[in-house]
Nanobody
Framework: QVQLVESGGGLVQAGGSLRLSCAASGSIWSIASMGWYRQAPGKQRELVAGISNGGRINYADSVKGRFTISRDNAKNTVYLQMYSLKPEDTAVYYC?????????WGQGTQVTVSS
C-alpha cells in the first residue's frame, strides 16, 4: 500500500504561481512513477505531468513551459511548480503513484485561478 498526501493548493490570480507537494509513505519501494492529474468540473481527469524513477518527465501540452515537476527522493515527495497560472488551470489536482500493477491516488487539492 502507498499513501499519498497532497498540499499547496489555493486561490491565486491569473499570472500567479503555486507549488503543490505530494508526500508518499508506505510501500515506497514499489513505486515506479509518480505524477499529477487534474479534474475540472464537468471534465475528465487528465494527466498534467509525470516523472518516472529513471527521471523521465512528460507534460501535458497545455502546461509545457509553465509547470515543472520534480521529486525529492530523500523526502519521498513530488512537487508541481506552477507558473503563469490561467483560469483554465482551475481544477482539483490529484497526486498519483504507480507500481507495476496498481495505481494510488491522493485526496486531491483544489487550485482556483481567478481572472
Amino acid at each position: 500500500q502507498v499513501q499519498l498526501v497532497e498540499s499547496g493548493g489555493g486561490l491565486v490570480q491569473a499570472g500567479g504561481s503555486l507549488r503543490l507537494s505530494c508526500a508518499a509513505s508506505g510501500s515506497i519501494w514499489s513505486i515506479a512513477s509518480m505524477g499529477w492529474y487534474r479534474q475540472a468540473p464537468g471534465k475528465q481527469r487528465e494527466l498534467v505531468a509525470g516523472i518516472s524513477n529513471g527521471g523521465r518527465i512528460n507534460y501535458a501540452d497545455s502546461v509545457k513551459g509553465r509547470f515543472t515537476i520534480s521529486r525529492d527522493n530523500a523526502k519521498n515527495t513530488v512537487y508541481l511548480q506552477m507558473y503563469s497560472l490561467k483560469p483554465e488551470d482551475t481544477a482539483v489536482y490529484y497526486c498519483n503513484a504507480r507500481t507495476l500493477s496498481l495505481a494510488y491516488w491522493g485526496q486531491g487539492t483544489q487550485v482556483t485561478v481567478s481572472s
